[in-house]
């Protein structure tokens, strides 16, 4: 089954859910209303003709002031057994200032175990919840972390300069200290 297959057989089963349907270069994509994506998801994990058994990749991505939907979650994958790949995109709209909690979307963990850390690196890095997941919290950033790093507006450099998170100052002092033992 090739991936435009795939797609269109997401189309014939979710057709009010699918907005897109995008192929570059055989790697096709198909964009979603959030509302559903988990029943979307779970149709392509259980359907034994596409079988999707390994979530590869779970990412955000922030189109601030490209697109109506400022955030898109991005499922990437694929079947093992089948040997067939397909890429999901769900829009989330940035209400986050009428609605605080209204940049979420369903968790998939229950589904693939291994969304676990993923959710919560999304999670971490653009401020995405996901609903039901077991355990959101910060996995790369520190507890105490102000802000997303990896939304488009998010300071590029602090103006805290002797607040400054100390083990990262910590580590550039040991960093500069080293280098008189390099060897050129």
């Not at 198909?30 to 779970?42: F, Q, R, S, Y």
């Not at 919290?137 to 998170?165: A, C, H, N, T």
Request: hydrophobic share 35%; proline share 3%; charged share 35%.
């Amino acid at each position: 089954m090739t991936p435009q297959d795939i797609a269109e057989n997401i189309k014939d089963h979710f057709h009010d859910d699918v907005i897109d349907i995008t192929n570059f270069r055989n790697q096709v994509s198909v964009k979603v209303k959030k509302e559903n994506i988990k029943k979307i998801l779970l149709y392509l994990h259980n359907d034994e003709s596409l079988n999707f058994d390994y979530l590869v990749d779970l990412c955000g991505v922030d189109y601030q002031d490209k697109s109506e939907y400022r955030f898109e979650v991005v499922y990437n994958l694929f079947s093992v057994k089948l040997r067939h790949f397909i890429r999901i995109k769900a829009q989330l709209k940035d209400d986050t200032t009428e609605e605080p909690d209204n940049l979420s979307i369903d968790s998939v963990v229950d589904i693939w175990r291994g969304a676990d850390w993923h959710e919560r690196e999304c999670y971490d890095m653009f401020g995405i919840r996901f609903n039901g997941h077991p355990d959101l919290r910060r996995i790369l950033m520190p507890e105490d972390w102000e802000g997303f790093p990896l939304r488009k507006d998010y300071p590029l450099k602090s103006d805290l300069v002797d607040m400054e998170w100390k083990e990262y100052k910590d580590l550039i002092d040991y960093s500069e200290k080293a280098k008189k033992y390099e060897v050129r």
